[in-house]
């Protein structure tokens, strides 16, 4: 399936605020991210208490050790709405 990606102003301010190394570590990830945001290296997986809280399903993908983007899929639309370290599942 061809996917369309945006992001919210919230992921954007947040990718800002990450250090340099992150940011590079998140582009490299956003790169897999981008052909296949299911690829076996992201380990994706549904973020049960979020997706309750919103009323669809939120996914998160991992970066590194302690770093994960969060987004979820509107028809073939990806959006990503979060990134950080797991303090972001308490949103």
């Known amino acids: 399936m061809n996917f369309e990606f945006k992001t919210t102003p919230s992921f954007r301010r947040a990718l800002a605020k990450l250090t340099a ?6 582009l ?8 296949n945001p ?4 992201l380990r994706s ?3 049960h208490r979020l997706s309750a809280l919103y009323g ?4 998160s993908a991992c ?20 990134i950080g370290t797991h303090v972001i599942y308490r949103s």
Do not use: C, M, W
Not at 21 to 26: H, I, L, P, T
Not at 28 to 35: D, M, Q
Not at 38 to 41: A, E, N, Q, S, Y
Not at 56 to 59: D, F, H, L, N, R
């Open 63 to 82: 970066i590194e050790s302690d770093l994960r983007a969060v987004f979820y899929i509107e028809g073939n639309t990806v959006v990503s709405v979060d």
């Open 45 to 47: 997986h549904k973020i």
């Open 21 to 26: 190394e992150q940011q590079r570590s998140a």
């Open 38 to 41: 299911f690829d076996p290296r």
């Open 28 to 35: 490299a990830a956003f790169k897999l991210f981008r052909v």
């Open 56 to 59: 669809k399903t939120i996914y």
